[in-house]
């Protein structure tokens, strides 16, 4: 499904793949590589630059995020073009049903750090790929690509909630 | 220290002006040096107020000082390129215009300064980009990162709470690199992170010549010559 600069399709159950990658499943907020789709051992995981940012910009607002863990870390993949990447951020159901707003308070917390981030920039190249993944209600994964300008984020809550609310 | 920053505004606003209205093709190149002159005694009495509000702890002053800072360098940046150009540098001309674009950009993170479009300058570097210089083609490297620390803590950067571009006490965090694992490509980009990060050059035929991407001049190739004499013989 399309709609401008979203696109949402299904995505694999990361709380199986987390498993099955023999890692533990952060609490709160949880970041994931971009490449843990694809990856079938946990030394294959890199995250992208932006994720230990986008951790702390979280923080700092008191949003409990997690960023998932080994030992010794994970390496960082940089691609110095100008699109602003982010990491993959997982909110499960559980995580929303105890807090509604979860959704809402860490898009808007990534889209104003970015709005100020990318404020002498013209707003025809500023660009924003931010991948969120929820859990629906009937218990599957769906995967949501934003691709644009940052103007462009401020529906990008609304889209995820309403992605969390379905139940087919 | 709000005070003394209240009493400085008025002369910072007073020499930028002035140096803006000498930042085009057509001022004289003395005029342009003399401009920077004067920035630079100006940039001098900004380091000396920034280093009090760091030391009274203001850290509001300290990050209005730093953004101060960044637009004096900009115009420098820019009042060079003009040098450049008129010396038939333009490879160091769009350096220089890149260094001011990165610096107002800078600025507008540090601190909005009241009665300064700090926007509208970095739009007006943006249009010289396009009508003074040609077309460019980017590169843009692929890496991968393992340890990185922070400059103003000097922590790992994943530990602590600054952010990476973000003023903290006149002072920008930047995440340092300390160790590249792995160099995964070079891309060709139209928007890179970096803009300096440019073709220069391509190469015309077998001769060892090549065209420079900016002058669009054709000139021999040194390197090239070099490379060929050492080119291992075909068997």
Same mark, same amino acid.
């Given at each position: ?21 023999? &890692?533990?499943?952060?609490e709160?907020v +949880? ?26 910009? %979280? ?5 409990? +995020? ?21 990491? %993959?951020? &997982?909110?499960?159901? @559980? %995580?929303?049903?105890?807090?509604p ?15 100020? @981030?990318?404020?002498?920039?013209? @707003? ?5 790929? &931010? @991948?969120i ?6 218990g ?9 300008? +940052? ?13 969390h609310?379905?139940?087919? | ?8 505004? /008025? ?5 930028? *002006?002035? $140096?803006?209205?000498?930042?085009y ?5 003395d ?17 000396? !107020?920034k ?19 960044? *637009? ?13 150009? #008129? ?9 220089? !215009? ?13 601190y909005?300064? /009241? ?10 570097l ?22 990185t ?18 003023a ?8 340092? *690199? ?6 995964? $490509?070079?891309?060709? *980009?139209?928007?890179?992170?970096d #803009? ?20 669009? #001049? ?18």
């Open positions: 499904m399309m709609m401008e600069n979203i696109e949402i399709k299904e995505s694999i159950n990361y709380k199986n793949k987390i498993s099955e990658l023999k &890692l533990d499943f952060p709160g +949880v970041l994931l590589p971009n490449s843990i789709d694809s990856a079938t051992d946990a030394s294959q995981l890199m995250f992208d630059a932006e994720y230990d940012t986008v951790q702390k910009l %979280l923080k700092s607002k008191g949003i409990e +995020v997690n960023a998932l863990s080994k030992d010794g870390g994970f390496p960082k993949i940089v691609n110095q073009s100008f699109e602003w990447a982010g990491p %993959l951020i &997982l909110f499960t159901s @559980k %995580l929303i049903s105890e807090n707003e979860i959704i809402t308070t860490t898009i808007s917390t990534i889209t104003n750090y970015l709005i100020n @981030k990318l404020r002498g920039v013209p @707003k025809g190249d500023n660009s924003v790929n &931010l @991948k993944t929820t859990e629906t209600q009937s599957k994964f769906k995967k949501i690509e934003y691709k644009g300008p +940052v103007e462009g984020m401020k529906d990008l809550a609304d889209v995820v909630k309403s992605v609310e379905e139940n087919d | 220290m709000k005070k003394t920053i209240e009493n400085f505004l /008025p002369t910072f606003k007073k020499i930028i *002006v002035e $140096s803006e209205r000498h930042c093709i057509t001022r004289n190149r005029v342009q040096k003399e401009a920077i002159e004067k920035i630079k005694k100006l940039l001098a009495d900004i380091t000396e !107020l280093k009090q509000s760091i030391s009274q702890k203001d850290e509001d002053s300290a990050n209005l000082l730093l953004s101060a800072d960044c *637009v004096a360098n900009a115009l420098i940046s820019e009042l060079k390129m003009y040098g450049f150009l #008129k010396n038939g540098e333009p490879s160091k001309a769009w350096c220089s !215009l890149i260094d001011a674009e990165d610096l107002i950009n800078a600025s507008l993170r540090a909005n300064l /009241p009665g300064f479009n700090q926007e509208g300058y970095a739009r007006k943006i249009y010289i980009e396009h009508v003074v210089f040609p077309p460019q083609t980017f590169t843009s490297p692929s890496m991968v990162w393992g340890k620390d922070c400059s103003i803590c000097k922590q790992e950067y994943g530990k602590c709470m600054h952010i990476a571009g973000e903290y006490m006149g002072e920008f965090c930047i995440e340092i *690199v300390q160790e590249i694992k792995q160099f995964l $490509s070079l891309s060709l *980009v139209s928007h890179p992170a #803009k300096r990060r440019v073709l220069t050059s391509i190469s015309e035929g077998n001769e060892g010549l090549a065209r420079d991407y900016m002058t669009w #001049k054709i000139y021999k190739d040194e390197k090239f010559s070099e490379l060929q004499k050492n080119k291992p013989k075909d068997k």
